[in-house]
């Protein structure tokens, strides 16, 4: 790893806890346990990309989809054991989001993560060949992503509504890039990752909705009283 790339990297995390940090002062969240948690989460989520990339790939690396999913696992049990009650998810949300866009550049500079051969207007000379920039898709997707959840933060949701929010879209975007990068068919003319975004699509889309619809009941109630 160049020297340019570990850079990028260390700035994707930096950046990352920048906007988690700026979620929780502005949700007056900002406490120990917040900062202990967002250590917990962060420590789960390597552990989780790490473990998921060699199940999948068997070689080392990380896999997004692995530290989303070890980083919230570790944030359920992490909450109840620094006694947490309050959701957080939407300063994840954030740092998500904001974090795999700058991330997202450092793989395109570490050639990792790359598309399938394609000689039209647009492509990049990598591994031998020259092919889609996916890298650089998810990098701009993730970016796209953050400044559409700073707006959906500003009609006031309920809490969570981010974080659900986020976890739609990057399922959606990820789905579809899929289709251009290098990977191995596992089912139906699917990868793995695909599979695991139908999945995640259907379990953030669910929850979305569900907390969407349980303001809009409280809000309509509260009106009527």
Known sequence: MTFAVAALYGAAYLIGLAAFVDAARHRRMATDGIWALAGAALIGGLIGAGLAQLIVADAPGKSILGGIAGGYLTVIAAK????????????FAFALSAGEAVGRIGCFFAGC?????????????QHDAWRYPTQLYLS???????FVLRRFAKLDP????????????????????EFFRE??????GLDT??????GGFAFFAFKFVKVMRSANVRRTITATT
């Open 193 to 198: 990752a695909q599979i695991a975004c139908i």
């Open 80 to 91: 109840r054991a620094f006694g947490i009650t309050r959701p957080t998810g939407d300063l």
């Open 158 to 177: 309920p809490e969570n509504a981010t974080f659900f929010l986020q976890g739609t879209l990057f399922c959606t975007y990820r789905f579809v890039i």
């Open 140 to 146: 701009l997707c993730a970016a796209i992503t953050y």
């Open 113 to 125: 993560c790359f598309g399938k051969p394609e000689d039209g207007g647009g492509s990049v000379w």
């Open 183 to 188: 990977s191995t068919t596992a089912v139906a």
